[in-house]
């Protein structure tokens, strides 16, 4: 049966390799991509190459109004049958900043803003639309342990704060460095974490929210903003560690994602994949007060725009 899956993040990478994966391996998905402005339309264009079905919507996932717009836009092509059902997103785009002082469009701190409260939206903004069974999938990183044996010591773990404080410019000390920027990355995930956790409690049966974690991925445009050197290293330098149980090859882990959204890896809701394989994520990671906490803030922070969705069917 025909269905559709949406997906963030698709244009390189591990989420490149990823929509590449489903494709062929599903050739009745109907593959949504969300996509900045005219790069939507090339992208779609590449995937569709061989007769795929392949379309796609523009968004910024900075300014959540575009990603209501975005959303919007999906429910009414569903709504009108011009999509078959919705049994999936997968929200695998994901920003790294060189500070904590980058605001997104509504005021937010941009790597919140992208990471955490751009997928929450669509999450809510789409949950009366999926078709059972249906799976929400998160990119999340192993950075959140915040361990040597996780991070190699190239990302600072995350620190926790009131979501009310990491929502906000300046979250960390000295928020002008890339230390600080890297410290809300792993942060963001560790959040997203969380609300993969609240997800499981609160969605309808039969829909799953999984995280996903593809490993340290050298080679990736994750790290686009930051400086030189550190862009020299991550392309340059880094890839070499994926000869190593340390780091995950991009096509390995572009794999793993879709062995995960396609339902090849069996994961109960709730639960958090390590790359082909469902394992436990930090201690940290599961607090239920802590996840209630951030579930009330997402929802305070996209407010405005869940109310103006489209009423029910």
Avoid: C
């Amino acid at each position: 049966m025909q269905h559709t899956i949406v997906m963030t993040g698709a244009s390189r990478g591990i989420g490149r390799v990823a929509a590449e994966e489903i494709l062929r391996r599903s050739p009745d998905t109907h593959l949504l991509v969300v996509a900045r402005g005219s790069s939507g339309e090339r992208l779609t264009a590449e995937l569709a190459a061989g007769g795929r079905t392949v379309s796609h919507v523009p968004a910024d996932l900075g300014s959540l109004e575009s990603v209501r717009t975005a959303a919007t836009a999906i429910r009414d092509r569903l709504d009108a049958g011009d999509l078959p059902p919705l049994t999936g997103f997968t929200g695998n785009a994901g920003i790294q900043y060189t500070n904590v002082l980058t605001e997104s469009a509504d005021g937010f701190e941009a790597t919140f803003a992208v990471n955490v409260l751009a997928n929450h939206l669509f999450v809510r903004l789409l949950q009366d639309r999926f078709t059972a069974p249906a799976r929400i999938v998160i990119t999340v990183s192993d950075t959140h342990f915040g361990d040597l044996r996780h991070n190699m010591g190239l990302v600072p773990g995350p620190v926790w704060r009131s979501p009310d404080v990491l929502a906000r410019t300046g979250a960390f000390p000295r928020p002008e460095s890339a230390g600080a920027g890297r410290t809300a990355y792993s942060t963001s995930k560790l959040a997203a974490i969380h609300l993969v956790h609240e997800y499981a409690r609160r969605l309808p049966a039969g829909i799953d929210a999984v995280a996903y974690n593809p490993g340290f991925v050298p080679g990736t445009g994750l790290a686009r903003n930051a400086g030189a050197a550190a862009r020299f290293a991550m392309r340059r330098l880094l890839p070499a560690l994926t000869l190593t149980p340390f780091a995950s090859g991009r096509d390995a882990a572009g794999r793993h994602l879709a062995d995960v959204v396609l339902g090849t890896v069996e994961a109960p809701s709730g639960s958090y994949v390590d790359r082909d394989r469902v394992a436990r994520s930090s201690g940290e990671s599961y607090d239920p007060e802590r996840e209630r906490e951030l579930w009330d803030a997402a929802e305070r922070f996209t407010a405005t725009r869940v109310a103006r969705r489209a009423g029910p069917r």
